[in-house]
């Protein structure tokens, strides 16, 4: 069974950065689509990053292209989301996702099947 472990959330001020971790175990981390998904107060859940199995193509949320940036190292069956310039509005928990075998590249939340239990990214102003 697929198990999904983030680390690196923590408390940072507005305009700093911090760099999310999530190890896959239990399968092959190759063949998964994987994404990071957060949920903030009161709101729903939004990808705000994925990125393909099939050939690395990433998707970003209009909230955080150009400040995030996600990555994965398939050695080390480990994904990644480095974070800059942290706002406010960016206070969540994040979620590392996994879909296996997923066709095309995940944009939707809803998509993926598999989930780590969540860290807490809190922005100060």
């Known amino acids: 069974q697929v198990q999904l472990v983030e680390s690196g959330g923590g408390l940072v001020q507005a305009g700093g950065s911090l760099r999310l971790s999530c190890v896959l175990s239990?399968?092959?981390?190759?063949?998964?689509?994987m994404g990071w998904v957060r949920q903030g107060p009161g709101k729903e859940r939004e990808c705000v990053a994925a990125?393909?199995?099939?050939?690395?193509?990433?998707y970003y949320s209009y909230s955080v292209k150009g400040r995030f940036t996600i990555s994965k190292d398939n050695a080390k069956n480990t994904l990644y989301l480095q974070m800059n310039t942290l706002k406010p509005d960016d206070t969540a928990v994040y979620y590392c996702a996994a879909r296996r075998y997923s066709i095309g590249l995940i944009t939707d939340a809803k998509e993926f099947d598999n989930w780590g239990q969540g860290t807490q990214v809190t922005v100060s102003s």
């Open positions: 239990g399968s092959a981390f190759s063949t998964y689509t």
């Open positions: 990125i393909s199995w099939i050939d690395g193509r990433t």
